[in-house]
């Protein structure tokens, strides 16, 4: 007891530090914006799995600048294209938007869909750029 009343600024500190570790697990998701997955956990997943990358972007967005080999299925026709875009629904799937929250949104329609494995790049291009990845232009 002795002890927990000497050192009691170390246990808030402890307490707090992993309070701010759980909080973003808590709140179900990245602080990152919109989804879960990092850039180098995607090229992983783009080399070894063979996974599809959907940029969910307008077009002219998807012009100035998207992950290399990715296709673009804007948004607003996402649900309606995503079956016919991408047939093999066993296959990893990353959407990529600027941000990440377009994708992250979007994560739950292609799981309705039946696209188990749909995952959203946190951070969207802006964290793919960070990272030092490269980008093509169409």
């Known amino acids: 007891m002795k002890f927990l009343i000497d050192n009691w600024v170390l246990i808030v500190v402890a307490f707090g530090s992993g ?3 759980l909080w973003p697990a808590l709140r179900g998701g990245s602080l990152a914006g919109g989804g879960s997955l990092n850039p180098n956990a995607a090229v992983n997943l783009m080399n070894r799995e063979k996974a599809v990358v959907l940029d969910v972007s307008d077009s002219t967005e998807f012009a100035g600048g998207h992950v290399v080999g990715s296709k ?3 948004s607003s026709e996402f649900e309606a294209k995503l079956e016919t875009t991408v047939k093999n629904k066993q296959l990893p799937l990353i959407l990529v938007c600027p941000t990440g ?3 992250g949104r979007l994560v739950g329609a292609a799981k309705k869909l039946g696209y188990a ?3 959203a790049l946190a951070g969207g291009l802006k964290a793919w750029k960070e990272a030092g990845l ?3 232009k169409a």
């Open 19 to 21: 309070a701010m570790l």
């Open 72 to 74: 673009n299925l804007p």
């Open 134 to 136: 490269p980008l093509e």
């Open 101 to 103: 929250l377009r994708a």
């Open 117 to 119: 494995n749909a995952q």
